[in-house]
């Protein structure tokens, strides 16, 4: 389970519109990985839009924003074109990087346990260290609270 202090795990994901995203070519700048469990969900949707609403700030305080869930990247773009998303989300099909930040989890709902991403929120320095880790995050005004993060790393 990734910690604060600790480098953030590397990875490079295929991205919505083609193309690939790799966590360490992003220093110097800030970055914000968000794992979230499906696409096109109220939560995920809710906590999507929160944050396209507020990218031009995150960029201005320096910041990337990247939504990561195991969908293909065919999902990721009907759901970036059916919500107009301005955020880079990355699949994690396989679960690698799901698994090295410890949100793979198993989880209960109505009494039937499954295994399933945790709504979590991590916050990489320039240096590539986890500066701040949410979890068990509620979707909504959690962007808002990162970004305050973000402004104050």
Not at 87 to 93: C, E, R, T, W, Y
Not at 111 to 137: H, N, P, T, Y
């Amino acid at each position: 389970m990734t910690q604060i202090g600790e480098n953030a795990p590397d990875f490079t994901l295929p991205r919505d519109g083609g193309g690939d995203v790799t966590l360490s070519a992003l220093k110097p700048s800030k970055v914000v990985l968000y794992f979230y469990p499906r696409d096109d969900t109220p939560g995920c949707t809710t906590e999507a839009m929160e944050f396209t609403a507020l990218i031009a700030e995150f960029e201005a305080a320096g910041a990337k924003v990247i939504g990561i869930s195991k969908d293909t990247v065919a999902k990721h773009d009907k759901f970036v074109a059916k919500h107009g998303l301005g955020v880079i989300l990355a699949s994690d099909a396989e679960g690698d990087v799901c698994e090295r930040y410890g949100v793979w989890v198993e989880k209960n709902m109505y009494g039937k346990v499954s295994m399933g991403i945790e709504r979590a929120s991590f916050l990489i320095d320039g240096e590539g260290r986890v500066a701040q880790v949410w979890r068990k995050v509620k979707a909504a005004g959690h962007a808002a609270t990162v970004l305050e993060a973000v402004r104050a790393l």
